[in-house]
């Protein structure tokens, strides 16, 4: 090799060189750039959500219940207020928090009861027109009608029970009361039969108690109360 070639070898080594430490620093500046991120935690991603849920649902079917025994009154519009007002609206965000969280079977469960609260006030508000248009046709087409729309929430609720045979022994029984005073409310109905009405409320008046335990069971800890109930 001539003289006059070694400084072009030397400067094509170290441009070599030089390229080889830019692609290492570029190495190194990628695998920065792809290392992991962490993100914020929700400040009620560890809370307990359900308890809203259990609460607002509790107080919605206690509710139903004494309006299907016909104990202080028979007028489905008490159910309104606490139905649109409270039930239906808590239900839905205990349901999307839970979804958050990763909680498929909780936000389904809930998010479908929060719509029978949203409904069922729509259905029996003045302003839908529903029991106008019901009661011209006599107490039985409304009856009737009220029947096939429990069917719907009988049938899914028993869906759910079934997806409970793992779960504690209060949602097993939250769930199978849920689906016994849907059952007894859409049979009542079907079969114009107030006695079975009354059955399907007091079944929703031992649902709203074990609803309201559930919900204690969240809320009660050391930090709130001296009181404590076990789960089970």
């Not at 695998?31 to 400040?43: G, Q, R």
């Not at 104990?71 to 239900?91: D, F, R, S």
């Not at 529903?130 to 009220?146: I, S």
């Amino acid at each position: 090799m001539s003289t006059s070639q070694k400084p072009h070898f030397e400067h094509h080594e170290s441009v070599l060189n030089e390229s080889v430490k830019e692609a290492s620093s570029g190495n190194l500046h990628h695998e920065e750039v792809a290392a992991p991120m962490t993100m914020p935690i929700p400040p009620f991603y560890n809370s307990k959500v359900a308890a809203i849920g259990f609460a607002s649902f509790a107080t919605g079917a206690l509710m139903m219940g004494l309006y299907c025994i016909g104990l202080l009154t028979n007028l489905p519009q008490v159910v309104v207020g606490v139905a649109l007002g409270y039930t239906g609206i808590c239900q839905f965000a205990s349901g999307l928090m839970e979804m958050v969280q990763g909680n498929t079977f909780a936000a389904t469960t809930m998010m479908t009861y929060s719509g029978f609260f949203f409904s069922f006030g729509i259905m029996f508000s003045p302003a839908s027109g529903f029991l106008e248009v019901a009661e011209k046709q006599g107490t039985e087409a409304l009856e009737t009608c009220v029947g096939l729309y429990m069917l719907g929430y009988a049938f899914i609720s028993f869906l759910f029970f079934l997806g409970t045979f793992r779960q504690p022994y209060l949602i097993q029984g939250t769930l199978l009361q849920v689906f016994l005073s849907f059952f007894f409310s859409c049979l009542g109905n079907f079969l114009h039969n107030h006695t079975l009405i009354a059955v399907s409320g007091w079944i929703s008046i031992s649902l709203a108690l074990t609803a309201y335990y559930v919900m204690a069971t969240l809320i009660y800890d050391d930090t709130t109360t001296f009181i404590k109930l076990p789960s089970f």
